[in-house]
């Protein structure tokens, strides 16, 4: 069951055997030895495990298709035939999505709390609750349901990223927490500001004031409320129409915003 849920799990993410060995700070051999089943995981390695694919470490014993738990019990999943509003198709804009990191880490990088869990969901917030007051996404990016909330769609986020590094515009920082190995992404160079507009700015201060003092469990509990998550399918990727069918207790919309 390990080594097929495993498997199944780094496709779905298109990751290659290298990328999960370099995470988990072993070599590719080592790592190919745990999906053919020569070796057996460590706890710690199980952990890793789960914070890369963002799952519960249950999965790894019983697979993905696990009980309903309390974060997925009673969900409606949308219909495919539903006639959404039309709106502007999301398309990746990867260097506004270099401008957007280097903003927000500007901002809240030194906080102790902003790890790779809380920059996710900072992410999927600006693009989200952009998407629900103008009808677009300020990134583009593609957001996946995973167990502990919404994550960007890794080949995308990871190539710039990777990209950044390699020009020194960011270092990234990897520390032993109480949960296992804490990912850090620190700024090295400032944001083009003239790359965002002044709505823009606004927007993602809006959500730096709204969510920087949250930890990342705080934040991954109030996306498990958030109707885009709540009705895309594990794994999926979550349709940026959905955020036109919030409740108030996500929705960013103003009430006059509909007149």
């Known amino acids: 069951m390990f080594t097929e849920t495993l498997i199944k799990l780094r496709k779905t993410a298109k990751f290659s055997q290298d990328e999960i060995a370099q995470r988990l700070g072993i070599t590719r051999t080592t790592y190919s030895h745990l999906e053919t089943g020569k070796t057996s995981p460590s706890l710690d390695q199980l952990e890793s495990l789960s914070l890369i694919f963002e799952v519960n470490p249950e999965v790894f014993l019983h697979g993905l298709d696990i009980p309903a738990s309390e974060d997925n019990e009673n969900l409606t999943f949308v219909d495919d035939s539903q006639d959404l509003v039309p709106r502007e198709v999301p398309q990746e804009n990867l260097e506004k999505l270099r401008e957007v990191l280097l903003y927000v880490l500007d901002q809240v990088a030194g906080k102790s709390t902003f790890g790779e869990t809380v920059l996710y969901k900072f ?137």
Request: aromatic share 10%; proline share 5%.
């Open 123 to 259: 992410l999927y917030f600006i693009d989200f609750d952009f998407y629900e007051k103008h009808g677009k996404s300020i990134t583009g990016l593609t957001y996946v349901r995973n167990h502990y909330g919404p994550t960007p769609k890794q080949k995308s986020f990871d190539a710039v990223v990777g990209g950044m590094k390699k020009l020194g515009e960011l270092d990234i920082v990897e520390t032993e927490g109480f949960k296992g190995i804490q990912r850090k992404y620190l700024p090295r160079t400032s944001p083009r500001l003239n790359a965002l507009s002044a709505l823009e700015l606004d927007h993602i201060n809006d959500v730096i004031n709204r969510f920087g003092d949250k930890s990342a469990k705080e934040l991954t509990t109030y996306s498990h409320k958030d109707t885009p998550w709540i009705a895309t399918k594990h794994l999926q990727p979550i349709d940026y129409q959905l955020a036109k069918y919030r409740t108030s207790e996500t929705s960013v919309k103003e009430p006059e915003d509909d007149l």
